[in-house]
């Protein structure tokens, strides 16, 4: 099944505990991205991915890494994770990129609480 | 900046009804513009895409229309049904910039 799969689904740590959120796609797509949902903010983008090794800020970056050493994993790393970083995680992935006419395909989510 | 509007942003309809959801945007040059759904505590589920060329688009008891000149999308949902109840959101594609959502619309359909 064409899926894009975030693990884990639910995480609750500590302010500075290091931790990673996985992504992975079946579908070959080239463009990958993550966003963060927050109740009466919408949804806004954290960082994407135009293909392998090229990686591009969003328009909340800040306090978050990734990386893409492959086409199909796009990893979301929170270095020292802080209470704002409280929100529900969502990875995305596309065939093309932001200047195609291609459908986004979304993970089902990973909530996240800093504590 | 580009900014995406979605009224109402809860909307309650009994079963059989026909509804239009309604998006607004500030900047006409798009590259195109999706509608997805989401049901609580999970992703989103791309449900039309049109692209800035086309007028509108359907699927099944679906269709989006866009208006590029008037910053307007609709999505007309045909004789809704409990399952339909979910958040719809739509999202805005200016090209090399990120996506911008908009808060989405909260569709109860009573049975």
């Known amino acids: 099944e064409a899926q894009v799969t975030q693990n884990p689904r639910y995480l609750i740590t500590v302010t500075g505990k290091k931790l990673t959120v996985t992504c992975s796609q079946n579908?070959?797509?080239?463009?990958m991205s993550w966003y963060r949902q927050d109740p009466g903010l919408g949804l806004r983008q954290i960082y994407y991915s135009m293909n392998v090794e090229v990686t591009d800020k969003g328009d909340v970056p800040e306090g978050y890494k990734v990386s893409r050493k492959e086409k199909r994993n796009f990893p979301l790393i929170l270095e020292s994770p802080s209470p704002n970083q409280t929100s529900l995680y969502f990875c995305?992935?596309?065939?093309?990129?932001?200047?195609?006419?291609?459908?986004?395909?979304f993970g089902s989510g990973t909530q996240l609480s800093v504590l | 900046k580009q900014e995406v509007t979605q009224i109402p942003a809860a909307l309650s309809v009994p079963e059989g009804e026909n509804l239009v959801l309604n998006c607004s945007f500030t900047d006409s040059a798009i590259y195109n513009l999706q509608w997805f759904r989401q049901d609580p505590g999970k992703g989103l589920t791309s449900l039309l895409l049109i692209q800035s060329s086309q007028r509108e688009q359907t699927s099944g008891r679906l269709n989006a229309s866009l208006d590029k000149s008037s910053g307007r999308s609709t999505l007309y949902i045909a004789a809704s049904q409990p399952g339909d109840s979910a958040t719809y959101l739509c999202a805005v594609n200016s090209g090399n910039t990120p996506l911008v959502f908009g808060k989405g619309t909260r569709l109860s359909v009573i049975a």
């Open positions: 579908m070959n797509h080239e463009y």
């Open positions: 995305a992935s596309s065939p093309g990129t932001q200047t195609t006419n291609e459908k986004l395909f």
